[in-house]
C-alpha cells in the first residue's frame, strides 16, 4: 500500500483496521485501480509537488521543468496513437490528469493545456498531415502551446468569436486577425511566457462566404520567445491561484499562416482553393469539433473532486489528532471529529467524494466508449457531453465548497500557507469557470434533457403531458443512467414494502428519480406554456432559468446516485461492501435533507420523515466516525503528498 | 458625494437617479453617516490601497508604514481619553476600522492588532500607570505591540492557556514561561517580525495558589529587532491571505518581568506582595477580562460585511456591464445582470448587505452604550457579548459565501488578481476564524439564549415548558432585539388580517420570531430531557449540536431582520424607505425560502405559500434590477477603492 495515513487513535477509535481502507480504495479506483495505484508509485514527490511559496516567475519557470522531465518518462501520451508517441488508452489520459491535482494543480493543469487542449486539438481537429508534423513535438513539451478559444467578449458564448481567419488565394494563406479589441484571446495557458505555437480558434471566411468557427496552428512566438511579427503575446499577470500557468492574451494582426496550417479534419480549403467539409451545416460542423474536446470538461471535473479529496485527507486527519475543550469524560480535550458539527462539516463530504468518485469512473469509462464509435453515435456523443458538463459543474461546485469547509475545520491552523489547504482552495477556485461556466453547463444539462423530452412527446398536448404518470414518463423520458439491473431490484423493492426506513436503498433511488422526473416534465410544460402565451422566447426561458438549473442539479443527484449503487454491487468484499452501504446511505440522505422542502411541498415526504431524515444523518455521521481513518486512506491521496505541516508531515518538495 | 459608481446604463435600465443612491447610503450608514462620509473622504486612496503583488516582506513593511502614516493624522485613537492620545468616541474606531476593510484588509487587521488588541487591552486591562507609560506609544504606533492569547494548544479554549506567569516575591518579578510545546503563542499579529512588546495571557501564580489568567506587558524585541533574553519569536509566515500582518510564534523561557508591567485592573500582587483583586472567582474575572475586549468581534464581523460589499459592489458593478450571448431582443448581448440566475447570485445577496448594515449599527451603538455603563450591568454586558458573537459569526460566514459568489459572478476576469476580486477572497477567509471560531461562537450565543430561558423558567417542569404557549414564551424569554413599537404594530397587523401575501413584513417578522421561539424552546427541553435520563452531560449537549448552532442562527436571522424593520422605520425620505421596503422583502423572503422546510416540516406554512416564496424572490430580483447602480452607491465603497481592472477603475496604489 503506497496510501498510508498516519494518524493517533482517538478516544472512540476502535483501532485500525489495514485492509479495510485498502478494500475501500480499490473500490473507489474501481475499473483504474492498477493504473492509478501504478500512478501513484511512480510520480515522486519531489518531481511533482510545487514550493507554494515560489514567486510567479519561479512558479511558472518550475512547472514548465517538470512538465518537461514527465513527459521525458512519457507521462501525458495516453490517448494518441504510438506512431506519434502515444502511449496506453485515452481513459488513462484522464486517470493521470486527476492524480497530477491531487500533486500541483499548476502542473496538472499546465499538462492539460499542453497535453489534453494543444495536442488534444492537433490529434483531433487535424490530420496525419498535422499529427505527423506537431504531435510528438506536442507531447514531448518541445514545443509549449496554446489553445486560443476564450475571447476577451466571448468566455462562455464561444459561438460568437470575432477572430477571422480569411483564406487569401492569391497566396493560398490564411490571415489570422483580431478585428476588434475584444476579439483578444485571454486567459489562455501557455501565451503568458512560455507558448511557441497556438491553435487560435476563428471565423473562416473563404472570398465573400462564412464557414464559421475553425482553428488554425499560429506559431506565436520565435526560439527565442519574441513575439512573431504581426502577433502580440500579453500577460494576465497573478492570478487568485494556479500561479505555475502563465495565463496570457494573443492579438493578431493580419498574420498569414500557410494554407496547411489549418486543423482542417472537419473542413478547410484544399490545394484547388475550394472549401470542402464532410459536414454542410456550420453549427453542426462546430458543436462536432468542440464534441471530440469533451475530454477536458471530464479531466476539469475529476481533477476538481481529487483537490477535494486531498483537502477531506487533511482536514480529517486533523481532525482525529486536535483535541479542543476538555469535557467530562475527555479530561485530555475532545478530539474534534467526536464533535457532532465537526462529523457533520467532514463526514457527508467524504460520503460526496464517494459518490462523485463513482460517477467520474462510469464517465472515463463512457468517455472511452465514445471514442471508439469514432463520432459514429451522434446521440451517444450528445449524451457523453451532458454528462462530462454536469459532473464538471457538479463536482467543481463541490470541491470549492467542501475545500473551504476544510479550511476552516482546522482553524487557524488551516489558514498558514504551510497547511496546504490554501494553496488547494486558490488552485480549485477557476475549476468553477474554466472548461465552461458552471451556470451555463448546468443549462446545456438541462437543455440535453428537455432534447430527450421533446423527442419522447413530440405532438403530446403539454396538458396531457404535465398529466402523464409519473412511471410512463421514467421509462420513456429519463433513462436509468447506471442502467444496471440493480437499481430497478431496489426500486421495485421499495414499492413492495412500502420502505419504511430512510435506509431503504431502494426508496433513496425512487425519491431521486421522482424529483428529477417531476422537475423536469414541470420545465418542459412550462417552457411550452410559456411560448404558446407568445412572451418572447428569451424573456420565458430566462423566466425558468432557476428551474432550468435545478433540474440540472436533480438530474446529476441521481446520476451520481446510481454510480454509487453499481459501485457498490461491484464490490466483492462484504466488510469493504457494508461501508460502501453507509457512505451511500449517508451522500443520499444528506442530498435528501437538503432537498426535503420540495418533497415536502409536493407532498412527497411526510414532515416525520423530513425529521428523521437529519437524524439519520447524525447517526450515521456518529457510525462512521471510527472509521475516519480507513475512509480518507480509500480517497487514495498518497500520505507523501499531504504537504501539510500541521500533520507533522515533511513536506517533501 | 465621494460615491460615485459609473456604469453603461443596460436594457432595462430606467436610467440614473442621482438621488436614490445617495438616500440609500445615508439610510445604510445610520447614526454614523456623518463619520463615515468624512472617513471615506479622509483616507487617500494613495495612503490605503496596496499593491496586491508585493511579497510578503513588502506587504509587511507597506503596511507598517501606512499604519504609522495613518497614526500620524490620529486615525486609530477613537475611544480612549485624549489625555493619552485618544480622539472621538468608542464607536468610531468600529467605524474606522470597517471602512479600512473596504481599502485593505491587511492593514486594517494590523490596525485592529495594534490599536484594538494591543492598545486596546492596556486601556482596558491596566491602569492609570500602565495608559500614562504606554498608551500613547501604542496609539502612535512607536511600539508595535502583540496581543498574545492563542496557544498552538489552546484556539478556541482559551480558558486552558498553559502560559504561566509565576510571581517571584524574592525580586518582585513576574516570571513568564511556555511549559510545553503547545503553549507556543501563535499566528500572533506583530509577532512575525514588526513587534516590540506584547501583552501577554496566562495563568497567575503567586506561591501554591493559582489565580487563573492574567495578561502582563513583555518586551519581546530590543530596539534593533533582536528577540529579548528568554523570547523566541517566530515567523507564520505565508499565509492565504492579509499577506501585510506579520503573523507569528512566541515562546518564553522563564522571562523575568517587573511586578508593574502586569495589567493588573482586575487583579494583581501589590507592593506588599499580597494578590487582590475586585473580582473574587477567578472564572467570572477572566471572562470579565475578554468581555472588555467584545470590540474586536464587532469589528471583525462589520469588516467582513465591508469586504462582501467591496465584492457586491465589483461584481454588480461589472454585471451591468457584461453581455454575454446574444438573444432575440438583445441583439448586442444580453447583459448579465438581466438573467435571472445572475440576478440571483447577486441581488439577495446585497439585500443581505443592506440587513447586516442596520442590524451591525445598532450593535456599535450598542457596544457604546454598554462601554458608558461601565460593567455596571452583567446582564447587559453579557447579551452585548452574545450579540457580538452573534454578528460577527453570521457576517463572516456572509462575506466568505458572497465574495465567492461574486468572484465566480465575473468568470475567468475574476479570478485575474487585478479584477480585485481575488484579494478580498484571500483576506475575508480568515474572519470567518480569528476572533473566535463561528461555529464556537454561535455555541456561545445559544448558550446565551438558554440562560436566559433557563432564567424565566426556573423550577418548571420540562414538559410543561414544551408545551407552554407560543406567547408566553415569546414575551419572557426571547426578547424583541430592536424594541421598536414599529414591530410590534407590524406583527399585530399581521395576526388581525391573516397577511395573505409574502410580503406582508408583520407575517414575515412573525414567522422569523416563531421559528426563534420554537427552536430554542425545543432545544431547551431536549436538553433537560437528555440531562434527567442520566446521559453523560458532553454526550448529551454534543448530540443536540446541530440545534443548537441551528437556534443560534434562527436568532440572528431575527435580530437581523428586527433592525432592518427598525432601520427603515428612521428613514425621512418615502422614495429610499420604498426600495428600502423591497430590500427588506428579499432579504426576509431569502431566508424564508432557504428555512422553508423547517416551516413545511411544522406546518407552519402551506406548500403553496412555500412555492410563493421563491416565486416572490424571483419577482423582487426583477422589480430590484433596474436599481442596481444605486442599491451598489448605497453600499458605500467609494469607486476609487475598488481596484479592479475589469471596471475600467485606474488602481490608484
Not at 475501500?24 to 479506483?29: K, P, S, T
Not at 504510438?82 to 502511449?87: D, E, K, V
Not at 472537419?266 to 475530454?295: C, E, H, K, Q
Not at 459518490?355 to 466508449?369: K, S
Request: with cysteine; hydrophobic share 40%; charged share 25%.
Amino acid at each position: 500500500m503506497s496510501i498510508d495515513v498516519d494518524t493517533r487513535p482517538s478516544d472512540t477509535d476502535p483501532g485500525p483496521r489495514d485492509d479495510l481502507g485498502a478494500g475501500l480504495l480499490a473500490a473507489l479506483d474501481g475499473p483504474f485501480h492498477d493504473e492509478r495505484q501504478r500512478t501513484r508509485a511512480e510520480l515522486r514527490p519531489e518531481e511533482v509537488l510545487r514550493d507554494p511559496l515560489q514567486s510567479v516567475d519561479d512558479a511558472r519557470e518550475w512547472t514548465l521543468r517538470a512538465l518537461q522531465a514527465l513527459a521525458g518518462h512519457e507521462f501525458g501520451r495516453a490517448g494518441t496513437d504510438p506512431q506519434y508517441g502515444g502511449r496506453g488508452p485515452l481513459a488513462h489520459s484522464v486517470v493521470h490528469f486527476e492524480l497530477l491535482c491531487a500533486a500541483d494543480m499548476s502542473l496538472a493543469i499546465k499538462s492539460g493545456v499542453q497535453h489534453g487542449l494543444y495536442g488534444g486539438a492537433i490529434w483531433n481537429l487535424g490530420t496525419a498531415w498535422h499529427h505527423e508534423r506537431f504531435l510528438a513535438d506536442a507531447l514531448e513539451v518541445r514545443t509549449p502551446g496554446c489553445f486560443g478559444m476564450t475571447e476577451q467578449g466571448h468566455g462562455s458564448d464561444v459561438s460568437g468569436l470575432e477572430t477571422t481567419i480569411t483564406y487569401d488565394e492569391r497566396t493560398a494563406e490564411y490571415v489570422v486577425h483580431s478585428p476588434t479589441p475584444t476579439a483578444t484571446k485571454t486567459y489562455i495557458g501557455n501565451a503568458g511566457a512560455h507558448g511557441r505555437m497556438a491553435v487560435v480558434f476563428g471565423q473562416l471566411i473563404v472570398g465573400p462566404k462564412l464557414h464559421g468557427i475553425h482553428a488554425i496552428l499560429v506559431p506565436i512566438r520565435d526560439a527565442d520567445g519574441a513575439d512573431m511579427p504581426g502577433v502580440t503575446c500579453g500577460d494576465n499577470g497573478h492570478k487568485g491561484g494556479l500561479l505555475g500557468v502563465d495565463n496570457g492574451t494573443l492579438t493578431f494582426d493580419h498574420v498569414r499562416v500557410p494554407r496547411e496550417l489549418l486543423l482542417d479534419r472537419y473542413g478547410g480549403v484544399g490545394a484547388d482553393g475550394v472549401y470542402r467539409s464532410p459536414i454542410d451545416n456550420a453549427n453542426r460542423r462546430f458543436f462536432t469539433m468542440l464534441g471530440t474536446l469533451v475530454r477536458g470538461r471530464v479531466c476539469i471535473g475529476g481533477g476538481a473532486a481529487t483537490a477535494a479529496r486531498k483537502a477531506l485527507t487533511i482536514a480529517t486527519t486533523y481532525a482525529v489528532r486536535r483535541r479542543q475543550f476538555v469535557a467530562p469524560g475527555h479530561p485530555e480535550g475532545v478530539v474534534l471529529l467526536d464533535y457532532l458539527a465537526h462529523q457533520r462539516r467532514l463526514l457527508p463530504a467524504i460520503a460526496t467524494a464517494y459518490a462523485y468518485g463513482f460517477a467520474q469512473n462510469r464517465l472515463i469509462e463512457r468517455l472511452a466508449e465514445v471514442a471508439l464509435l469514432e463520432g459514429g453515435d451522434e446521440r451517444a456523443q450528445r449524451e457523453l457531453e451532458a454528462r462530462a458538463a454536469g459532473l464538471k459543474a457538479v463536482q467543481s461546485r463541490f470541491a470549492n465548497d467542501a475545500v473551504q469547509a476544510c479550511r476552516e475545520a482546522c482553524g487557524g491552523a488551516g489558514y498558514m500557507t504551510e497547511s496546504g489547504l490554501t494553496t488547494i482552495r486558490q488552485d480549485v477556485d477557476v475549476f468553477a469557470t474554466f472548461e465552461g461556466d458552471n451556470t451555463v453547463l448546468l443549462q446545456l444539462v438541462a437543455k440535453q434533457l428537455l432534447g430527450d423530452y421533446k423527442q419522447a412527446w413530440v405532438g403530446l398536448d403539454p396538458v396531457k403531458l404535465v398529466q402523464a404518470s409519473a412511471k410512463s414518463l421514467g421509462g420513456a423520458v429519463v433513462d436509468r443512467t447506471a442502467n444496471l439491473p440493480g437499481v430497478d431490484r431496489l426500486v421495485a423493492a421499495a414499492q413492495g414494502t412500502g420502505a419504511d426506513t430512510v435506509e431503504h436503498r431502494g426508496w433513496q433511488v425512487s425519491m431521486f428519480e421522482e424529483r428529477e422526473r417531476h422537475v423536469v416534465g414541470r420545465l418542459a410544460a412550462r417552457l411550452r406554456s410559456a411560448a404558446r402565451s407568445g412572451e418572447a422566447a428569451f424573456a420565458a426561458t430566462n423566466k425558468a432559468q432557476d428551474h432550468m438549473l435545478y433540474a440540472a442539479r436533480a438530474h446529476m443527484d441521481k446520476v451520481v446516485l446510481e454510480s454509487f449503487v453499481a459501485g457498490i454491487e461491484a464490490c466483492p468484499d462484504p466488510a469493504v461492501k457494508d461501508v460502501l452501504g453507509r457512505l451511500c446511505d449517508l451522500y443520499a440522505l444528506s442530498v435528501l435533507e437538503a432537498e426535503r422542502a420540495w418533497y415536502l411541498e409536493r407532498g412527497r415526504i411526510s414532515p416525520q420523515r423530513a425529521k428523521a431524515l437529519t437524524q439519520a444523518v447524525n447517526r450515521l455521521c456518529g457510525e462512521l466516525r471510527p472509521l475516519a481513518d480507513d475512509l480518507v486512506t480509500g480517497l487514495g491521496i498518497p500520505t507523501a503528498w499531504l504537504q501539510s505541516a500541521m500533520l507533522g508531515a515533511k513536506m517533501e518538495a
